[in-house]
């Protein structure tokens, strides 16, 4: 099949994530793009974890986020991307789409979506600058008559969960990577620091539950967290006095792997952990009375995600793929420990699609880095290849169903997708390698992924393109930039090209978010220019393609106009493609159909690729 059919079809490979149970497990509500574009869909669960026809969930056209469902039953609360852009709005609906109503946000004003309470009478939006003082501020909304209730404010804050009587919140704050959590007693008026202080870090999930018999307090929080510790871990911590002074403890840990989520029964006996092994997911369920955890074994993909725990803690419900399928919803039974797929099979490949390899190899400096290779079926000798780098710098290359790898190995282009330094799944100080002075060490990992492809005989020196997106769009401009003559080309989806630009014309709470990573763009402003693409445009002398959606505020279109234009005006060779209707992630088939056949089109043509 030709690379741009296999790509177009593979794109329209419809998925389904991001599950949530009704109260007592018999309806299932969850996110799918079978019609083109992500939507909700509800339907009734089975004692088998088999499902009804799913029904649509319908109250407008804009992508949807995420769904949770109501602790009551009554409502599920949506957080959908306004125009399909990055802000984001909160609706709440009735799980048969009756009473539709935004609570919060518009085109102007972005809010998130937060945790219900456990009563389930009202659920907790996050708006940042919503008294335009330039903090963040939590509220209790009412999805019966959309009120909003104060609840907290704070400078970057993000609510984690409530007590069932919500007179304890627990919330977070701070800069990427170096959040704190405290927990606020409502009724008392107080708040104390959940974790030792001053320990911070990057703290995912933290739920509060019944202590285990025989604790003397009567609640304890279950935190996913690497505040203080080498990587993320399982750690409960006391909700008393003795708690709030930083008496906690690691109740699981592994030294081969990062806890990444986490979920909990109503009693709190059962713990749900996910684990991410150097990419692939482990799930765990952990008894927290007698503190011993088993792996839960067959699961039917490369990666988990979404996973959740029923509260009767009978079920386990999640996403799951691979590189061979996209995202499909599983039911475990956790008294049988048998599968069971949910719903229709969203993609059956007619032919074989590639299996990555991971490969370990050292950077500069020694440092271990990893990447998952997809190697051109047949292919012996070096020949084309592709650097995709990921965003963030926090996220992390997986195993998972990816249209534009294997329609680039369709089309004769081997692919090497790397995680360096500032990559997370790999401990604290791996992701932490990369802050702002780090960035030119992040760089050499860029070349020295490419010299790993060349010195495995899979690529030819001259035949290396760079692609990425969001932070991989920007390290593919530095790559270009600072390295001239390394690649052949380059791909840019939507990156930044200027990091003081960047932090001007972002988002207010994403620029804050920031500066832990970049650096700060007043003390730091030498280094944010010396570390800019723009600033060395001109040598950028090889093909670019540049991408961008219309709507992205993230990283906003401007880095994409100042980068192309400084290039048409030294007569480099550079293509521009805006995508319409999009913002920072790309949510319809349509968008991501044309960017595969645009990226390909340009890339066997930069990289000499054979048509034959």
């Known amino acids: 099949m030709p690379a741009a059919d296999l790509g177009a079809e593979l794109v329209e490979a419809w998925g389904s994530w991001g599950p949530t149970l009704s109260p007592h497990a018999e309806q299932l509500a ?12 509800v339907s009734d669960l089975r004692m088998d974890g088999s499902v009804d026809r799913p029904r649509l969930i319908s109250f407008g056209q804009d992508p949807v986020v995420s769904v949770s469902w109501s602790a009551d039953g009554a409502w599920l609360a949506c957080a959908v991307a306004t125009d399909g852009g990055v802000r984001t709005q909160v609706w709440v609906v009735r799980p048969d789409g009756r009473d539709a109503r935004r609570v919060a946000g518009s085109a102007e004003q972005h809010a998130e979506l937060g945790p219900w309470t456990r009563s389930g009478h009202r659920v907790t939006v996050v708006i940042p600058d919503y008294a335009g003082d330039g903090r963040t501020h939590c509220f209790l909304a009412d999805p019966t008559t959309g009120e909003l209730h104060p609840l907290a404010t704070g400078d970057l804050l993000g609510v984690l969960d409530l007590s069932v009587d919500e007179h304890l919140l627990i919330i977070k704050d701070g800069q990427r990577g170096k959040q704190f959590c405290v927990v606020v007693d409502r009724v008392a008026d107080e708040d104390h620091p959940l974790l030792p202080y001053p320990a911070t870090g990057s703290t995912e999930v933290a739920i509060i539950r019944p202590s285990p018999p025989g604790d003397p307090t009567p609640l304890v929080a279950y935190v996913c967290t690497d505040a203080g510790l080498p990587r993320r871990q399982l750690v409960a911590v006391p909700l008393g006095a003795e708690g709030w002074r930083g008496v906690s403890g690691v109740l699981a840990a592994r030294d081969d792997a990062e806890l990444e989520s ?26 927290t009375e007698t503190g011993v955890g088993r792996l839960l074994p067959g699961m039917p993909g490369a990666v988990a995600s979404g996973a959740l725990l029923s509260r009767d803690g009978r079920r386990v419900i999640l996403s799951v793929e691979g590189p061979h399928r996209p995202r499909e919803l599983w039911c475990l039974s956790t008294r049988t420990l048998r599968w069971t797929r949910v719903g229709a099979v969203p993609f059956r490949a007619l032919y074989e699609l590639v299996e990555p390899e991971l490969i370990r190899y050292r950077a500069h400096d020694g440092l271990e880095l990893t990447g998952w ?3 051109v079926p047949g292919r012996t000798e070096p020949g084309p290849a592709m650097l995709s780098l990921h965003g963030g710098p926090e996220a992390q290359e997986r195993p998972v169903f990816s249209p534009q790898h294997q329609a680039m190995l369709a089309a004769g282009i081997a692919v090497l997708a790397p995680n360096i330094r500032g990559s997370s799944g790999f401990g604290r100080a791996f992701v932490h390698a990369d802050d702002v002075h780090g960035r030119r060490d992040a760089f050499e990992d860029v070349v020295t992924s490419a010299d790993e492809l060349v010195r495995l005989g899979i690529a030819a020196p001259d035949r290396i393109a760079i692609t990425g997106r969001s932070y991989g769009g920007y390290l593919t401009m530095a790559g270009l930039a600072f390295y001239p003559g390394y690649f052949a080309c380059g791909v840019d989806i939507c990156g930044m090209s200027d990091l003081h630009t960047f932090y001007r014309d972002t988002e207010p709470w994403i620029a804050a978010a920031a500066v832990s990573k970049y650096g700060d763009p007043v003390t730091d402003a030498g280094l944010l220019a010396g570390i800019s693409p723009l600033h060395r445009a001109d040598n950028i002398a090889v093909p670019l393609l540049v991408v961008h959606g219309e709507l992205d505020t993230n990283v906003p279109i401007g880095e994409a106009h100042q980068i192309v234009a400084a290039l048409r005006e030294l007569g480099r060779p550079v293509q521009y493609l805006q995508l319409d209707g999009e ?15 645009t990226m390909l089109e340009f890339l066997t043509e930069a990289l000499r690729v054979s048509s034959g």
């Open 30 to 41: 969850f996110l799918s793009d079978r019609n083109g574009s992500p939507q909700v869909f």
């Open 262 to 287: 986490l979920d909990a029964d109503d009693s709190g006996r059962q713990l749900l952990l996910v684990w991410n092994v150097a990419g692939r997911s482990e799930l765990e369920l952990f008894d």
């Open 373 to 375: 290779l997809y190697r």
């Open 583 to 597: 913002g920072h992630e790309y949510r319809r088939v349509d968008s991501r159909t044309l960017l595969i056949t």
